[in-house]
């Protein structure tokens, strides 16, 4: 079934994205639509840690725009609590779509992420050391 663009209504085409996957995107404004699976697709780009990414949508509101699959109403979104918002289809997890320049976004984010948790790990690993030498250290004095 040929889907249109939510925001310009021109038929979305299919295009392979960075040689990873396969998405629709829209000639006219450029933007794409990612089936539900595909968000966390392009997110393990930058980071695979799923446990690690925190919560994926906040503050939904909802939109006039339609859904390419359904034509139900997207829903606008803050996405993991970042300064992006994006929409999706709520309507059976038809999928996300991206406004021009969006997608690199959500991989700036990632990146983001990845490097703070990686920061964040090696700090509590630190501490954990730290604490184990106190621990031992008053174990010897009692």
Known sequence: MPMNCPKCANPLVHKS???MMDVECCPNCRGMWLDFHELDQLEDMAFAKDNLKGSLIHRKTRTDLPCPHCGQ??????YRLY??????????????WLDTGED????????????E????LAVEAEWRSILRQMHEAF????
Do not use: T
Request: hydrophobic share 35%; proline share 2%.
């Open 17 to 19: 994205y960075k040689g």
């Open 73 to 78: 109403a997207l829903v606008e979104f803050q």
């Open 83 to 96: 300064s992006l918002k994006l929409d999706f289809c709520p309507e059976n997890e038809h999928g996300f």
């Open 104 to 115: 690199e976004r959500v991989l700036e984010i990632m990146r983001q992420r990845s490097v």
């Open 117 to 120: 948790m990686r920061r964040k």
């Open 139 to 142: 174990k010897q004095n009692r």
